[in-house]
């Protein structure tokens, strides 16, 4: 893969070089555009050079940042602004609220030999191999992620009790091994005292005493993590 500015050289130079060695010659040629910014050409000499240290220093995670390269196929001109910048971390975010799913599906009492014969349960082995056709056809970065976002979407208000666990721990790992984005290394389980919180919590929802519940709500937003009611119960994500 080389970019389309260079292309004429590299195209010349490489199988020259490759078959002074004996080497086989490739047998494609993958050329991508430019990352603009606010639709110009990033240079020196414009001042507009976006780094690493950049995006971090405004708060974003270089992950987001992959992500918002992989939103563009790599034909095309790639268009870097802030603004997409915080979709990408928004759509990161609510990935890893889905990653941290695998973590409390198997608080249930249900294990997944029995939800593979039950109708209502939800699995997403089908999405592994969905993803991988898709960046076959031509690496449809783009399609990919709106795969992921479909595949993903089927948890939407879903039972923990009724979610795959190993299937979404598989398509997770499949994820972090096709695109790199650390999704199962950035969402690691919470500890027992922060689980024996969440069950406090719980018995307090259901005494009815909403003040010692909004307190150890308060209490766990403290330790980074948000308790979201459900009508199955409470689920917990990283803030």
Known sequence: MVAKDIMRFHAIIWPAILMALDLPLPK??????WITFNGQKMSKSLGNIITLEDIISRGFSPMAFKLAILSKHYQTEGNF????????????????????????????????????????????????????????DDLDTPGALALID???????HTPLDKIHRQSLVQFIDEIDEILG???????PDITDDLKRLIIQRRQ??????????DRIRDELLQAGVAVRDTPSGSIWIWK
């Open 204 to 213: 307090a929802r259901a005494e009815k005493n909403w003040e010692e519940s």
């Open 150 to 156: 479909e595949v993903f979407s089927k948890l939407d």
């Open 81 to 136: 602004t802030w603004e997409i910048l915080e979709a990408a971390q928004a759509r990161l975010n609510h990935w890893r609220d889905y990653a941290v799913l695998r973590h409390q599906t198997h608080d249930t009492l249900e294990d997944d030999d029995d939800k593979d014969e039950q109708d209502d349960s939800v699995s997403l082995l089908a999405g592994r191999q969905a993803l991988i056709e898709k960046l076959n």
């Open 28 to 33: 494609h040629l993958a050329v991508h555009g």
């Open 181 to 187: 984005l650390d999704l199962a290394e950035s969402t």
